[in-house]
């Protein structure tokens, strides 16, 4: 549903332009930031963090090692900033007949991973997949259920600011 959730985005935020709204039930002072469908006090940036979630698909369980990217919006050719428990980046996912290219780059603090999870055009496909990280191969083993695709590493590894992860497949 991104149509109806952009437009709902859209209106709220349209109704908060920064100017001051003295006496509208806005906090002290008319705190043009005080968005009361947000639970009022700053909670805006907290609700656009769900709409960047829900849009690249993430799945992160950082004691596993494990993090993924099912992208709503664009899956074909999508790119959108991450977060993870020890570090943030870029992932960039690209589509084409029948290969699927993955890239997280780590721009700030470090990844230690096990698994990735991607999501595939279609349900039923056997995919190959190799993986890089930092340019380095990582033996993975390859579990395609449904539309994901899972790759287990067969040993954690971390993957440094400066660095990236790239996965390859095709079926």
């Known amino acids: 549903m991104l149509g109806p959730a952009r437009q709902i985005v859209k209106t709220a935020r349209g109704r908060y332009d920064g100017r001051l709204r003295v006496g ?3 906090g002290p002072g ?20 769900g709409l960047l979630i829900a849009s690249q698909g993430q799945v992160v369980d950082g004691p596993r090692g ?3 990217f099912r992208p709503r919006w664009q899956p074909a050719d999508h790119r959108s900033f991450f977060t993870a428990p020890e570090g943030w980046g870029l992932f960039s996912q690209q ?8 890239r997280i780059e780590v721009r700030y603090g470090q990844l230690r991973l096990r698994e990735l999870v991607f999501a595939l055009p279609a349900t039923g496909l056997q995919p190959k997949a ?6 380095q191969p990582v033996p993975v083993t ?4 449904g539309a994901d695709v899972r790759l287990t590493a067969a040993a954690p590894f971390v993957v440094p600011a400066g660095s990236d992860v790239r996965v390859e497949m095709g079926w």
Do not use: D, H, I
């Open 30 to 49: 008319g705190n043009p930031f005080n968005e009361l469908e947000c639970g009022k006090f700053y909670a805006r940036a907290m609700s656009s963090w």
């Open 130 to 135: 190799t993986v890089t990280a930092g340019g």
């Open 95 to 102: 589509r084409a007949a029948q290969t699927q290219s993955e």
């Open 66 to 68: 494990l993090l993924g």
């Open 24 to 26: 509208l039930n806005s």
């Open 142 to 145: 390859v579990t395609a259920t």
